[in-house]
């Protein structure tokens, strides 16, 4: 019995140490690298906003970025109302006048990156949207697209977010799209101007361990709570305005790097939906307190519509660094199951290896760490830079 027990033990040991250790999820790259630019005045009008020295909100046509500064023209210099709604502004004025100034000489206006307001809308209520890259489906291991309200005011391109010491702080790239009116139909949709911007969407994924459901991740639990953190929406410098929202979209591409590392890389067309089937599959959510936040149930949107203030996610795609738990997470949740003293610890076998899995991933160093930065590109939608810190 000795014997055998020494056999178990060793052939255990083995099982455990050749076990896979992934640190992230892997992903497909484009082989071209990621260029920066302002979208031809054709294609779409770019928006930029940053609050003038005696406090006024000034909205430009961006022209020209490099990275660093942004060069537009003030809509005011044309024949644009003084207004801090940038969608009021450009309807307001019509567009071969718009097309006209970028030949003309209208003095233009050179500002940091760092002085852009968020180009996300000014509410703190938001629709998130999980698994609708397919690729990032099967990280997930989800069979659908699903949804949820995610709580917190959008920040600037160029900003921070805190690493919890206790927490698990995962990086996501996004599309955002905004609205000039409320949306409580498509025909809303089709009628309303549509912005694009990019943006960002943290998760902390230990409330999504304890609280979210892994057999049904649309039951309405963890994901409000994992994703609605200060400073977990940042937003790019731009809003761009299309002339054909989907054919932009599709083509947009979008990219993550980790300490320069590159994480993730796709585009608008790899989405399960288009923005308007989420905006069909968000209306047909409303009215529903099914949403767990802070211990409170909400519906995902108040109204039971958009609301102009308020951002619909198009979700992620792979690349990012939760992966699930490996073989020798299991063998080390059973022995400290079995060490705890089993079923007469108190606890359930989930129970201890939720605990086990989430100190497993925190002693690993493997999340977002204080001193990290996390940089997300776009192709036309600008670039957002993120620090991390303690």
Not at 6 to 21: E, G, K, M, R
């Amino acid at each position: 019995m000795a014997t055998a027990l020494a056999v178990i033990v060793v052939v255990v040991f083995i099982v455990w140490a050749t076990s896979p250790d992934p640190k992230v999820n892997q992903a497909s790259f484009e082989d071209v690298e990621m260029v920066v630019s302002v979208a031809p005045i054709d294609e779409a009008f770019t928006l930029a906003q940053f609050r003038s020295d005696s406090g006024e909100i000034i909205t430009l046509l961006v022209l020209r970025y490099d990275g660093v500064t942004v060069e537009g023209i003030d809509l005011t210099r044309l024949s644009a109302p003084r207004s801090e709604d940038p969608f009021q502004l450009l309807a307001a004025i019509e567009k071969g006048e718009l097309k006209a100034a970028v030949s003309n000489s209208v003095d233009r206006i050179s500002i940091p990156v760092e002085r852009l307001l968020p180009s996300g809308p000014a509410g703190s209520r938001h629709i998130g949207t999980g698994t609708n890259f397919p690729e990032h489906a099967k990280e997930a291991g989800s069979d659908q697209v699903f949804m949820f309200p995610k709580f917190g005011l959008a920040t600037p391109a160029r900003t921070s977010v805190r690493a919890s010491a206790d927490g698990l702080l995962d990086y996501e790239v996004e599309l955002c799209m905004r609205f000039d009116r409320p949306i409580a139909s498509l025909v809303d949709f089709d009628a309303a101007l549509k912005g694009l911007f990019l943006c960002a969407d943290f998760t902390e994924r230990t409330a999504l361990l304890e609280l979210a459901d892994p057999d049904d991740l649309d039951s309405g639990f963890g994901f409000s709570d994992a994703k609605s953190g200060p400073g977990f929406f940042p937003t790019g410098p731009f809003l761009v305005i299309p002339e054909d929202w989907a054919s932009f979209v599709s083509k947009t591409r979008m990219t993550t790097e980790h300490n320069g590392e590159a994480r993730q890389d796709a585009r608008g067309t790899e989405m399960t939906l288009n923005f308007r089937e989420l905006t069909e599959k968000a209306l047909h959510e409303m009215g529903n307190p099914r949403f767990a936040y802070k211990d409170e149930l909400y519906e995902l949107a108040p109204n039971e519509r958009v609301e102009a203030d308020m951002t619909l996610m198009s979700g992620t795609s792979e690349g990012v660094i939760f992966t699930p738990p490996a073989r020798h997470d299991y063998i080390e949740i059973v022995i400290a199951y079995a060490m705890a003293g089993g079923p007469l610890s108190g606890k359930s076998l989930k129970e201890t290896g939720i605990a086990e899995f989430i100190e497993n991933e925190r002693s690993s160093g493997h999340f977002l760490q204080p001193g990290d930065v996390v940089v997300y590109r776009s192709t036309t939608l600008g670039d957002i830079v993120v620090d991390v810190t303690e």
